[in-house]
């Protein structure tokens, strides 16, 4: 019935140590932001934003992830179907970044061999906390031929660029390696299991 | 506000949304033209601005004019909150105002609210 309003569908995740603003990066709160007693207390389970890159209308469903949660206790259930992954650290907390190689272990043991990664430094409005140099971080994903952002959510500083960025990335990758309707159809299919999985057993 | 102050018959052409449907904070654009069916269907959601703090016991009205929505992917841009028994509510995805609507989990369906949303053209 409905005619299909997108070519393509990208799950991403948000991945990383508690407190380094996961939440707030898919909330993207600034100060600004209307934010409502009702919704911040049951909280925001996953986001569905349209963007367009090279003509191609991009559905991108972002997902947060439970702070509890430690590298170890992560498993494969929980990447299932994600094209994308960032891995966020935060600039002012020393232990959150060395903690990135941990997590990109963990992402190599269990999700999707071809998995886009992007690791983003938040809150780089801080800098006056720093423990983290910018260099760093470079280094780091340097290392892992991965991409690399500081971000702040606070600030609103490259957060929708990152998003596009990580998008691009992948968009790059699906469209290199298949031609796109083939694509298009394995992505858009393996929606409803990902998504059912995840409103059910969340809470 | 009650939904018979808002004339939501001009919205609607063959049955679905003839216009874009947007945040009335922040014009974000959350369904594109012809993309949601209208539907009658009394559901209670908790008020956008809430007066009392309680979590369990929010202020809530009674809504029943929605846009239905079959796949969520439909969705321009939308936020799903956490489960709250069978229904996620849906926000706005830039501003999160909300509940805009609930999207029920046994039917896969999602519903927004006319009442809580602007229609117009996309920018
Ligand atoms: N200054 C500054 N503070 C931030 C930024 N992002 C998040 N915070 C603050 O950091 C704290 C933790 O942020 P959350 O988004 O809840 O962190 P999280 O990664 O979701 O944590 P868990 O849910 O426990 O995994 C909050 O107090 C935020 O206000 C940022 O960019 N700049
Ligand atoms: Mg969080
Ligand atoms: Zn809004």
Redesign the interface.
Known sequence: MAKKTYDLLFKLLLIGDSGVGKTCILFRFSDDAFTTTFISTIGIDFKIKTIELRGKKIKLQIWDTAGQERFHTITTSYYRGAMGIMLVYDITNEKSFENIVKWLRNIDEHANEDVEKMILGNKCDMDDKRTVSMERGELIAKEHSIRFMETSAKSNINIERAFRELADAILYKTAGREPGDNVDRVMVDRKPTSSSTKSCCNH | MPDCNVNFEAEIEEGQNKRSVKCK??SSVIL?P??AAIMNVEHSL?????TK?T?EN?DTETTSVFWA????????????????GNT??L?????????IGFHD?PT?MSFVALSRVSHGDPI
Not at chain 2, 46 to 50: K, T
Not at chain 2, 91 to 99: F, H, M, N, S
């Open positions: 904070f922040c594109t012809a993309t908790p008020l956008i601005r809430q703090t979590e929010p929505v079959k796949d969520m992917f439909t969705f321009q841009n939308v936020g799903f909150s956490n489960t709250v996620k509510y926000t706005c995805a830039d501003c999160e105002a909300g509940p989990i896969k």
